[in-house]
Structures are given as structure tokens and as C-alpha cells.
């Protein structure tokens, strides 16, 4: 059964960091291009970041320099590594991939 798992949010001061995990179960995300996006309940879901097969990765400008997105020598987990916290971080980040989308993790940045 194809899963994607996310993991590691919470509440965080502005100014702070977060690493997210995506976990995958009944694939390896090394055979497939990944992406984390994040949705607030006002606004549509914001693309993020993409890790290619070839791990060539490219990031949206509202996080570029601040978000980096990497993939464990396994294949089976996803991170997202984000530093340089603001309020308006907040958002369900979610992982995705052709197979499909997590579940979500709830990111707080308040002081």
C-alpha cells in the first residue's frame, strides 16, 4: 500500500527552524519526482519545493534561501529543512508525489 507520511511540524518562534519529514511506504521517493506544498484555510494550496529522480531540486521565491529540500541515501524519507521562520509560514505542509499527497503537518511560526 502506497503511503506518504508527514512528521515534524509544530509551533516555532519567528526567526526559528523546522526540519519536516515525508515518509514513504510501498515506494522509494528516489524513483519519483517529490514536492511539498503548504495550504492555509484562506488561501489555495502554494507549491513549495521539488526534488527530481536525479535530485536536482528548484523552490518557489516565496521560500527560495530559506527552504531546502533534500532525500535521505534510502529514498524512503523526504525533508524539508526551514529556516528563517515568519508568521506567515504558517500552513498544513503537505508532500506529494505522482503516487499521491500525505496527510499534512501543522506548522505554527508565533512568538
Known amino acids: 500500500q502506497v503511503q506518504l507520511v508527514e512528521s515534524g511540524g509544530g509551533l516555532v518562534q519567528p526567526g526559528g527552524s523546522l526540519r519536516l519529514s515525508c515518509a514513504a511506504s510501498?515506494?522509494?521517493?528516489?524513483?519519483?519526482?517529490t514536492r511539498w506544498y503548504r495550504q492555509t484555510p484562506d488561501s489555495q494550496r502554494e507549491w513549495l519545493a521539488v526534488?527530481?529522480?536525479?535530485?536536482?531540486?528548484n523552490y518557489a521565491d516565496s521560500v527560495k534561501g530559506r527552504f531546502t529540500i533534500s532525500r535521505d541515501n534510502t529514498g524512503n524519507t523526504v525533508y524539508l529543512q526551514m529556516d528563517s521562520l515568519k508568521p506567515e509560514d504558517t500552513a498544513v505542509y503537505y508532500c506529494?508525489?505522482?503516487?499521491?499527497w500525505g496527510r499534512g503537518t501543522q506548522v505554527t511560526v508565533s512568538s
Open positions: 510501498g515506494f522509494t521517493f528516489s524513483s519519483t519526482t
Open positions: 526534488i527530481t529522480t536525479g535530485g536536482s531540486t
Open positions: 506529494q508525489c505522482p503516487l499521491g
